[in-house]
């Protein structure tokens, strides 16, 4: 048998280690410059009791599309004031379920407690009543046909919005804000720790109002996020099995937190229309592609980012001498109220015949791209190119030969 080490040695080893730990501690805690360190947390603002927790994340997964060529049941939630004519949903769109609410005519069929945070009261509300007995789809618009805020691509018109709206997208996502357009709303928007000198009151007036105490109350036991930025403008839709993974005790007080608030009525609306996407996705910056979402959401695909950018680009040129021709056109009419008559210079009269000849061509040019994008939508193997995928299997077909 060998015989072990002198006991010593191992005395002398624990020892040593008992003074270097007794230094290591010194060392951590020690004060800084006379000041006591606390290394403690700090503590958490307490949630009232009866507010649900959002400090818990709900984890969402994309849903399971139905097998193509099969329905999906829907229905369009609509809020509306008693003078706004909404008829033209009844001719454009017949096969769509409508859920109107009039918030401000106290004998409308479908009620909300109060008119007050303009459409988040409806939209909530209808979540809140229906929650069990949900369509595949739900759609929350407006009650205007044409607004700026609608797809450039389809003529800033609703109607061909609702009409062409994929619902397998909507039941993959969960989330869709039906506006393909980025700007406003992304990808960098409302700070909550933005100085007061650098508020934007034209584009973003809600942003003064986005404070971290207003972020507390609606989400109380959520972090902070450093930025807050989804596309514009309380309009998108949902998949049933998306809204109910979050829990309706949420809804409910994000209803309480608008009823109760102080904040003027366009103001607390508008704190809901950039936290639509959070409720949904539990992202703080949700911007999906532009050229995807027109592609897979509705069918009109360019063949990628780059050819989308491209189309746009030319509608750029094209409005902008548009806008130069216009002011020609302001010139002779103005002299025509004066009972005079415009002589152009010849320059002039050549620069405007011109910029006729280039926006007509352009125009053709933008017919010719917008047809053959619709068309190119109408293939399965051209839309599934543009739409988003986890899906790594064959990510690499497309880099450049050689990598």
């Not at 804000?177 to 990808?187: A, F, I, L, Y």
């Not at 049933?240 to 102080?262: G, N, S």
């Not at 949700?286 to 027109?294: G, K, L, Q, T, W």
């Not at 989308?308 to 002299?335: I, P, S």
Request: aromatic residues 10%; proline residues 7%; contains cysteine.
């Amino acid at each position: 048998m060998l015989a072990g080490p002198p006991r010593i040695v191992s005395l002398v080893t624990i020892l040593v280690l008992l003074c270097l730990a007794w230094w290591y501690l010194r060392l951590v805690h020690a004060p800084v410059g006379g000041l006591k360190v606390d290394n403690s947390a700090p503590p958490k603002t307490p949630i009232p009791a009866g507010t649900p927790d959002f400090g818990i994340t709900l984890n969402f997964k994309d849903g399971v599309p139905k097998p193509p060529g099969q329905n999906y049941t829907h229905v369009l939630i609509v809020p509306k004031t008693m003078k706004e004519d909404i008829r033209w949903m009844e001719k454009e769109i017949p096969d769509t379920p409508l859920m109107v609410y009039e918030v401000d005519n106290p004998d409308a069929k479908n009620k909300i407690p109060k008119n007050k945070g303009r459409e988040a009261m409806v939209y909530l509300t209808y979540i809140i009543d229906h929650y069990d007995s949900l369509p595949d789809t739900v759609l929350f618009m407006h009650a205007h046909r044409h607004a700026w805020h609608n797809n450039q691509l389809m003529g800033l018109d609703q109607s061909l919005m609702v009409k062409r709206l994929n619902h397998a997208r909507v039941a993959r996502l969960g989330y869709m804000n039906v506006r393909c357009h980025q700007d406003p709303g992304c990808p960098d928007w409302i700070h909550m720790d933005r100085p007061g000198g650098d508020f934007d009151f034209f584009h973003k007036p809600e942003e003064i109002y986005w404070r971290k105490h207003i972020w507390e109350e609606i989400h109380p036991g959520a972090r902070i996020p450093p930025s807050i930025s989804g596309i514009c403008c309380a309009q998108f839709a949902v998949s049933r099995d998306r809204i109910r993974q979050v829990p309706l005790e949420r809804f409910i007080h994000y209803r309480k937190w608008l009823l109760e608030t102080t904040m003027d009525d366009q103001f607390s609306g508008r704190i809901f229309e950039y936290i639509w996407h959070y409720i949904f996705t539990a992202h703080e910056i949700y911007c999906p592609a532009e050229n995807s979402c027109y592609c897979d959401g509705y069918g009109i695909c360019f063949g990628g980012r780059q050819k989308y950018a491209d189309y746009f680009e030319l509608q750029k040129k094209r409005n902008t001498q548009y806008d130069e021709l216009e002011g020609f056109t302001k010139m002779e009419d103005k002299a025509k109220e004066q009972g005079k008559r415009v002589d152009f210079s010849e320059a002039q009269t050549a620069r405007i015949k011109e910029l006729q000849v280039n926006i007509k061509k352009m125009d053709g040019e933008m017919d010719k791209l917008r047809e053959a994008a619709m068309k190119r939508g109408d293939d399965p193997k051209m839309r599934a190119e543009e739409t988003e995928s986890y899906d790594s299997s064959h990510i690499w077909d497309y880099a450049e030969k050689g990598q």
